[in-house]
């Protein structure tokens, strides 16, 4: 085995958590010095393809009438897998999401055979959760996971859940590297100046509180109970409302506001890759979701010295500690939610430490290098391992 690697990382290219943390490992081994190629259908939204040892291979699908739409994608997969890894001898794949990329990688094995790169599978929520657990998929996500020469998750949560809800035996390994955050680029402003919301909001009052969302707009994520959560608190305390992201659930989110009457206090985003000047400047953020593995965006925030108020679900614990980085409530529990932002707009003092402390936390348990080094160690020891069973 030689000192620097050939990885190749196959992940979805949008905005969501799973896409964002692969990119930034892929980024990240390339700058540890290895050669790093990214096999997907676009572009990763926060690809710099201009990073020395960063490759990019689009898979490409072909309009056969004889595969139903979006049906070739797995195929298609598996076949540029086998051309990149036997054109790059690469040492090992690191796919993200069980389903289909596990699968795929799994089938492009099968076809190199001894010369198949190892495959290490990161798993991130609802392909498990929601995907893998559906008994339509669920013997092909256990075959795919076990087929695997490592598995990794971000949460203990999602450890349990996986064996839990996929019935696998605990004796098969499954690493917990948390999800992690570049805290040199989401950090506190050394001078906060709120202009660049005056672009947003024209009529931005000086004590105006800011609140903050970003997801993907899909029903897990309760945008509805957002808006529900700023409604109230705008009406004890008027306040502004940021929300990035895009999915499913922007158009009903768009209705209500202006069904209430908020229009002029909301502003949506839209998909935006870096928005963390935004993000600085907010007062608290706002995460109500049904479920979350991890909650990347919470650690975002929290990385920026933004308090959290959040569902206390899944791994969110683990992200955010209540009373210290900001309030944890039960899913859907709008009133509470609304009160724990008021309780931190209204007393300057608390929401200082609030801050402080979810800055010193993210540096201290989520910063990138010690997660990177976690992910290499996983590398280097599925290639000094025995040969994974056919």
């Known amino acids: 085995m030689t000192e620097r690697l050939n990885v190749g990382i196959t992940c979805f290219p949008t905005f969501g958590g799973s896409g964002i943390i692969a990119t930034e490992v892929g980024l990240g081994m390339a700058r540890r010095g290895h050669r790093v190629h990214f096999i997907s259908r676009a572009l990763p939204v926060r690809l710099d393809r201009s990073a020395a040892g960063v490759f990019f291979h689009e898979v490409t699908e072909s309009d056969h009438p004889v595969l139903h739409p979006g049906g070739a994608y797995p195929i298609a997969l598996a076949s540029k897998i086998i051309e990149v890894s036997g054109y ?29 790169p190892k495959l290490v599978t990161t798993l991130h929520g609802t392909d498990i959760t929601l995907v893998g657990s559906d008994p339509s998929y669920l013997p092909i996500t256990q075959f795919s996971i076990q087929k695997s020469d490592a598995v990794t998750v971000p949460s203990a949560f999602l450890r349990d859940a996986t064996y839990q809800q996929l019935d696998l035996p605990r004796t098969l390994p499954i690493d917990v590297i948390p999800n992690f955050v570049d805290t040199e680029r989401y950090k506190p402003l050394a001078a906060p100046n709120r202009e660049p919301l005056l672009c947003l909001f024209d009529d931005l009052g000086a004590d105006e509180p800011v609140l903050f969302h970003v997801s993907n707009f899909r029903p897990l994520k309760r ?44 502003c949506f985003l839209g998909n935006q890759d870096r928005f963390v000047d935004w993000l600085a400047l907010a007062d608290v953020f706002l995460l109500p979701s049904e479920t979350e593995s991890f909650g990347l965006a919470a650690l975002e925030a929290m990385s920026c010295g933004v308090p959290v108020v959040a569902s206390e679900v899944g791994g969110l614990p683990d992200v955010v500690v209540p009373g210290e980085t900001g309030w944890l409530a039960p899913v859907g529990d709008v009133p509470r939610m609304a009160a724990q932002v008021l309780d931190l707009i209204a007393n300057r003092a608390r929401w200082l430490d609030f801050s402080q402390k979810a800055r010193a936390r993210a540096v201290s348990h989520f910063a990138r290098e010690p997660a990177l080094a976690a992910y290499e160690a996983v590398y280097r020891r599925v290639l000094t391992s025995c040969p994974s069973s056919p």
Not at 237 to 258: K, N, Y
């Open 88 to 116: 790059e001898q690469l040492d090992v794949l690191h796919v993200h999401y069980a389903v289909p990329h596990a699968t795929s990688a799994w089938m492009a094995r099968e076809v190199l055979g001894a010369r198949a």
């Open 223 to 266: 945008v509805c109970d957002v808006i529900a959560i700023f409604a109230e608190v705008n009406r004890e305390r008027p306040s502004r409302l940021i929300l990035v992201g895009d999915g499913p659930d922007r158009s009903v989110a768009e209705h209500t506001v202006r069904h209430l009457g908020l229009h002029r206090r909301v």
